[in-house]
């Protein structure tokens, strides 16, 4: 079955940078689209970058833009999200998504934390 296992948070202080991880599995690596959520206590899940199988467009929150970059490696099966010039904003629980538009199913890692604060 497709399994998806979020990896690298943490704690990071204001500036400092992190990367994500979502490997994947049950799945051929590039036939889903991917993206990346985050849900912060006491506000809804929200997307925060998206690519597509063929991994153009790339789509960012505009709250990341220009600070987060979502990439893939074939090899690995792995999503990944580097996230720079972190803010206190950003400490959420990420989780990641796959998307089989073909088949018209979802399947949602369980997220791991990040903390962003001095």
């Known amino acids: 079955q497709v399994q998806l296992v979020e990896s690298g948070g943490g704690l990071v202080q204001p500036g400092g940078s992190l990367r994500l991880s979502c490997a994947t599995s049950?799945?051929?690596?590039?036939?889903?689209?991917m993206s990346w959520y985050r849900q912060a206590p006491g506000n809804d899940r929200e997307l925060v970058a998206y690519?597509?199988?063929?991994?153009?467009?790339?789509v960012y929150a505009d709250s990341v833009k220009g600070r987060f970059t979502i990439s893939t490696d074939g090899t690995k099966n792995t999503v990944y999200l580097q996230m720079d010039s972190l803010k206190a904003e950003d400490t959420a629980l990420y989780y990641c998504?796959?998307?089989?538009?073909?088949?018209?199913?979802?399947?949602w890692g369980r997220g791991t934390q990040v903390a962003v604060s001095s």
């Open positions: 049950g799945f051929t690596f590039g036939t889903f689209a």
């Open positions: 998504k796959a998307n089989d538009f073909l088949r018209e199913r979802e399947f």
């Open positions: 690519i597509p199988e063929n991994h153009d467009p790339t």
